[in-house]
């Protein structure tokens, strides 16, 4: 094994029994083990093509790796790897769309793509002909519990719940949904209200292998006197199956909903008094990257003030919302800065969070090149700089700098593996990276880069052109393409010189001893109460 790069990191602390945060000495951060999942120019299984290209990669907590790959034939496909052996072909562009017989897929997208505890969960387009027609051709499939495919929602089939209505047009809105552990949640405009319906629009959620419906438009909207539900878009779930849901209200505009087995509950509504401020809400997100929930039922959103700021909320580890974020604020870890808006977020077990934030220019000397960065906090801490475009890249020599972050995600305890793009000293030409940070210590240690050695396999060592890791924007239990499992294994796309690449499933230590220990003991009592409390979550969606 080649890559031998070292870090404080994996400090987990816990409140649990003793009433106060427990920290571990730290160990180091490193990549103890690589396993290829999918290289290129090897042949795809189900296919009589070659892997070429590797779009997107998903994994979730037993270190499953789902692949979104392009073929040396230009068809796109999808492979699940358990672990062992070569992957399995789920969905190949061109051939029979799984379970719908005659039916031939024509396009897989990109997102929202997730591997959830029972197997993959993704949309796709069929080919025209052969009964598909442009009134029945959007599908979404996931898994069921006992791990096999199954078609959960296709335009022009009847909405559970909604008496005589279909899924409309809209079933493919890659702003809007999610999946998580407990599966997919789904909202949707349904077909034109026939005479004597209910509505045109839904959310819904997977229970086993179906859709259950858990709000329609017109129920009542709970904490709004004489409101209703007309409208829902953008929504998360945790692995407990609880959602986090943008609603819009008929008398006041737009909400956030939390959905679980007591039903639904308002967390935020336009035009109440903003938690931490002196002004209202004026607009909350509707996008699934700026939303976060976890398996605690804590919160995180993005929302617009009335005073025209905008901030990023996250848990106060008291049952309530905080300002994690706002506009006008110093920016943690600079000379001057401030803070112009947040963008994506992602909300972890342990109620860390991480915040891209977008800083104004000017003050602090803030210029373009220095106007974007991570900040993040440490369970219900202070907010933290992580990494912010213009400094000096962990690891790397002096006069290298950060350029972007394209792409991050929280595990249980609070670690950080993000990605992005650096320019080398005295270079124009940025060259891409893997971090890893603890938010607890606050250590970043680099993990991989550009003109590393990595062992494919024994006796085969090529060098590193590219690398980039499979989540975007997640805190792993939100529903939001997890790539990084709580014991450490995370799920990176590596390029080589010599225009080859591969899918790989890299370990880093797990913690063992002390506080760590008593994390993961936690952690595994939570992964334990998760089907309970999900049943119990599906029973009081059903209607």
Avoid: C
């Avoid at 796709?124 to 027609?133: E, F, K, N, R």
């Avoid at 858990?214 to 959602?243: H, K, T, W, Y």
């Avoid at 990595?454 to 499979?470: K, L, N, Q, W």
């Amino acid at each position: 094994m080649e890559i031998r790069r070292q870090a404080n990191g994996w400090i987990w602390i816990v409140a649990i029994l003793v009433g106060g945060w427990i920290s571990d000495p730290a160990s180091a951060a490193q990549i103890e083990s690589i396993e290829a999942v999918a290289l290129s120019a090897q042949p795809a299984p189900g296919s009589a093509a070659n892997f070429n290209f590797f779009n997107r990669v998903r994994m979730n907590d037993a270190g499953e790796v789902l692949l979104h790959a392009t073929l040396s034939g230009g068809a796109n496909g999808l492979w699940h790897w358990n672990g062992s052996g070569p992957p399995t072909a789920v969905a190949i562009t061109g051939t029979p769309a799984p379970g719908l017989g005659a039916a031939v897929l024509q396009t897989l997208t990109l997102d929202p793509l997730a591997m959830t505890a029972t197997g993959p969960s993704f949309f796709g387009w069929l080919a025209l002909g052969s009964g598909v027609t442009s009134l029945n051709d959007d599908v979404a499939w996931g898994s069921s519990d006992g791990g096999a495919l199954v078609v959960l929602a296709r335009q022009g089939a009847s909405a559970p719940g909604s008496g005589t209505q279909v899924f409309g047009p809209n079933l493919v809105d890659l702003s809007y949904s999610a999946a998580s552990d407990a599966g997919r949640v789904l909202a949707n405009r349904l077909s034109l209200t026939p005479a004597g319906g209910v509505g045109e629009r839904g959310l819904w959620q997977q229970e086993d292998a179906a859709l259950t419906l858990v709000a329609l438009e017109g129920d009542p909207a709970v904490g709004v006197p004489g409101g209703q539900m007309i409208d829902f878009r953008g929504s998360v779930s945790n692995d407990l199956g609880e959602l986090l849901t943008n609603v819009r209200v008929d008398t006041v505009g737009r909400a956030l909903y939390a959905f679980d087995s007591n039903g639904p509950q308002l967390v935020a509504l336009v035009g109440d008094p903003a938690p931490g401020t002196s002004v209202d809400f004026l607009s909350l997100t509707e996008y699934v990257s700026e939303l976060g929930i976890n398996d605690a039922g804590e919160f995180a959103f993005v929302a617009g003030l009335s005073d025209d700021t905008v901030a990023a909320f996250g848990p106060d580890g008291a049952g309530g919302t905080r300002v994690v974020l706002r506009t006008g604020d110093a920016a943690p870890g600079t000379s001057g800065a401030v803070f112009a808006f947040p963008d994506d977020l992602a909300l972890a077990a342990d109620g860390s969070m991480v915040v891209e934030g977008m800083l104004q220019i000017g003050p602090g000397g803030t210029v373009s090149s220095t106007d974007r960065g991570l900040w993040g906090t440490a369970g219900h801490g202070p907010l933290q700089k992580i990494a912010r475009r213009g400094d000096r890249p962990a690891g790397l020599p002096e006069g290298a700098r950060y350029e972007s972050f394209s792409r991050w995600e929280l595990n249980g305890s609070g670690t950080l593996i993000f990605s992005g793009t650096y320019f080398p000293p005295s270079s124009g030409t940025a060259e891409d990276a893997i971090w890893h940070h603890d938010l607890h210590s606050g250590e970043t240690s680099l993990l991989l880069r550009k003109g590393d050695p990595f062992e494919v396999a024994p006796g085969d060592t090529r060098i590193v052109s590219f690398a980039g890791t499979g989540g975007d924007a997640s805190g792993g239990q939100d529903g939001k393409g997890q790539g990084f499992a709580d014991d450490g294994r995370f799920v990176a796309t590596v390029d080589f010189t010599g225009s080859t690449r591969g899918v790989f499933r890299l370990g880093l230590p797990e913690p063992t001893t002390g506080a760590s220990g008593v994390a993961l003991i936690a952690l595994a009592a939570l992964a334990r109460r998760r089907e309970t409390s999900r049943r119990k979550t599906q029973v009081a969606f059903g209607r």
